[in-house]
């Protein structure tokens, strides 16, 4: 492996994955800039992280606020490395329950949000000849339970775009998908309905630290240039 120094944007680091991923990364000697919408937050995190960590306010719902984001890295470092696609909302429900706001906002942030990211970064990766895309996405990608039907179909969609995107781009510029299961994270809190509610409570009894996420990110992103990890799936030993 190489330890490359970096400049990675990732987005939804205000809490859980994404705030492990970039105190991971800056640790590690890469040049991280923080995307998400609790600013303080990212500045809480970046008075603790020992790195480099630039946070900014960022909408990944907004396609114009992601096209900023991405420039303001670029113009930071003059370049754009990796970007970590991590934002995503999870208020599981079932269809019956008729939460179609709810199903929207789960469609704007996991499906356009990510779509926001692409078209921001691809550019960059293609001027440089070189790039990578990581896309966080969850075992709900591959499965489906009850309550999780609008939310596995996000995830799928992730998981279908960004390996379509790895199948339509040129070599230079690697893509993976990571897909966690049960993570210690704030995702669940906003579940409102509650039955859903009680059955995330059972289901997440064994989880898994967000830090195990974020050292996948850095083994995808450190291996060598002509080494393409193309998907992580990692859950707890107890989630079957």
């Not at 859903?196 to 289901?203: F, V, W």
């Not at 990110?217 to 859950?235: C, G, M, S, T």
Request: proline content about 5%; some cysteine; aromatic content about 4%.
């Amino acid at each position: 492996m190489t330890t490359e120094q970096k400049t990675v944007l990732v987005t939804g680091a205000s809490s859980g994955i994404g705030e492990a991923i970039a105190a991971r990364l800056a640790e590690a000697g890469h040049h991280v800039v923080v995307g998400a919408r609790r600013l303080d937050r990212l500045h809480a995190l970046a008075e603790r992280t020992d790195g480099d960590l630039h946070p900014m306010r960022l909408d990944v719902t907004d396609p114009a606020d992601v096209t900023a984001f991405v420039a303001a890295a670029h113009q930071r470092t003059g370049r754009v490395d990796v970007l970590v696609n991590n934002a995503g909302v999870m208020p599981l429900s079932r269809l019956d329950s008729l939460l179609v706001d709810e199903w929207n906002r789960m469609i704007d942030v996991n499906i356009r949000g990510l779509l926001h990211g692409i078209g921001s970064a691809l550019p960059y990766f293609t001027a440089q000849g070189t790039g990578h895309f990581v896309t966080i996405a969850s075992v709900g990608a591959h499965e489906v339970v009850p309550t999780g039907a609008v939310y596995s179909g996000t995830k799928y969609a992730a998981w279908a775009i960004t390996e379509g995107l790895r199948q339509e781009c040129d070599p230079s510029v690697r893509v993976t998908t990571i897909s966690p299961g049960v993570v210690t994270s704030e995702l669940a809190d906003s579940i409102t309905e509650p039955g859903a509610a009680q059955a995330m409570r059972a289901y997440r009894a064994h989880a898994i630290t967000p830090d195990a996420i974020a050292a996948a990110v850095a083994y995808a992103i450190d291996q060598p240039a002509d080494v393409d990890v193309n998907e992580i799936i990692l859950r707890p030993t107890r989630q079957r």
